[in-house]
């Protein structure tokens, strides 16, 4: 869809390890964020990047690190999962401001 | 805080019923507010409002905002079994990163 990917779809990790989830697009455009979805909550900023290496957090920005060393690829990373990350998280970009948000299909993230 | 509230946020209908979804908000800096339709994986991009009193309309879905009382409204006519879905509102930030806010979102079921 409009050139995004997330990966993996799918992850059950153990509680500790580290974890990356990985955003590709195809489209080169300059903002790209994390969100996680989570019930009652909607979805929520994680972080976000307006260019290589230019990154910012968001709301719930604890435990996670993102990294862009280039512009199609924007990285999550869970430095120790812990079960309270279980969640679903997408990707974004900005197409245009007229269209708002393209997201990804998402990752399904387990903590056991 | 910025926040963006949905109501209800789950209603049962059955086919051919006419719905209405609310969504308010609190943001210090509003640029645009975005309707987005959540079947069972990314949210879809259903329309981008930015001026009061200008409905916007995309076949049975129709969407209208009122920036005095700071809300919107989304309405679906005649509905159908596909538009089953959460509805998610957001309100974009006037900041330099296209910042969007999303509310928890309205989980609409359609019953035959």
């Known amino acids: 869809d409009a050139g995004i990917t997330q990966s993996p779809r799918h992850k059950v990790t153990e509680t500790g390890t580290p974890v990356t989830l990985r955003c590709h697009q195809t489209?080169?455009?300059?903002?790209m964020y994390w969100y996680r979805q989570d019930p009652g909550h909607g979805l929520r900023l994680i972080h976000y990047?307006?260019?290589?290496?230019?990154?910012d957090k968001g709301e719930v920005s604890d435990g996670y690190s993102v990294s862009r060393s280039k512009t199609e690829d924007f990285l999550l990373t869970l430095e120790s999962a812990t079960s309270s990350q279980t969640s679903v998280y997408f990707c974004?970009?900005?197409?245009?401001?007229?269209?708002?948000?393209?997201f990804g299909s998402g990752t399904r993230l387990t903590v056991v | 805080e910025d926040k963006v509230v949905q109501s209800p946020l789950s209603l049962v209908v059955h086919e051919g019923d006419t719905v209405t979804l609310n969504c308010s908000y609190e943001?210090?800096?509003?640029?645009?507010l975005l309707w987005y339709k959540q079947e069972k994986k990314a949210p879809t991009f259903l329309f981008m409002l930015?001026?009061?009193?200008i409905e916007k309309k995309s076949g049975r879905l129709s969407s209208i905002l009122d920036k005095k009382e700071l809300f919107s409204i989304l309405n679906i006519t005649a509905t159908q079994t596909g538009d089953s879905a959460i509805y998610l509102c957001?309100?974009?930030?006037?900041?330099?990163?296209?910042?969007?806010?999303f509310g928890p979102g309205t989980s609409l079921s359609v019953i035959p």
């Open positions: 974004a970009i900005t197409t245009g401001p007229e269209y708002g948000y393209t």
């Open positions: 489209e080169n455009h300059r903002y």
């Open positions: 990047s307006y260019g290589v290496k230019d990154t």
């Open positions: 943001v210090t800096n509003f640029r645009s």
């Open positions: 930015t001026s009061s009193g």
């Open positions: 957001a309100v974009g930030d006037g900041t330099s990163y296209d910042k969007v806010i």
